[in-house]
């Protein structure tokens, strides 16, 4: 995915990757990526963007009575999030997004390190925008060592939205 998100914000995804200059094969920046490996800071833009788009999806488990479907349930036809925007803030219904939570991410984010994924509560709840905060600490498994993570999801319960925030690197 690297590539793509690169050629697209480089705008650059009709050229060529290998070139060549007087007859010596030459490889763009770009297209040495995959040699040097990427950054820090690229792989925890591009794990925000991933995370945001699975706490932002409603799952099929929302619509539909997953209970006697295990394979379906545990697969990405169940991609997202259980749809928060019936619930209240009141403590049963605070310990299901939590729960909601971990398991999303530990199925169908393979680069979270299911070991450290630690999502917990923060005692601070807004009553006026009916928005709770959970503090979420995991590593990323990644190559030669694992990268810490430690983001903060705001769901508004309202929306049924979440807002992710201090997850990606500064450059």
Do not use: C, W
């Not at 979420?136 to 049924?160: Q, T």
């Amino acid at each position: 995915m690297h590539a793509f998100r690169d050629a697209f914000d480089a705008k650059d995804s009709k050229r060529k990757i290998v070139e060549r200059v007087a007859g010596e094969k030459v490889i763009s920046g770009r297209g040495s990526l995959k040699r040097r490996g990427a950054s820090e800071a690229i792989l925890k833009r591009d794990l925000a963007i991933d995370l945001t788009s699975l706490v932002n999806t409603v799952d099929l488990g929302s619509a539909i009575d997953l209970t006697d479907l295990e394979f379906v349930s545990n697969s990405v036809l169940n991609f997202g999030l259980y749809d928060v925007a019936h619930l209240t803030s009141d403590e049963m219904a605070v310990n299901e997004i939590a729960a909601d939570l971990v398991n999303a991410l530990i199925q169908h984010e393979p680069r979270i390190n299911k070991e450290t994924l630690l999502v917990e509560r923060s005692k601070e709840f807004d009553e006026t925008n009916q928005k709770m905060r959970y503090e979420i600490s995991a590593e990323m498994l990644s190559k030669p060592l694992d990268i810490p993570l430690e983001f903060v999801a705001e769901v508004d319960v309202a929306s049924g939205k979440v807002h992710l925030s201090q997850l990606t690197a500064n450059r």
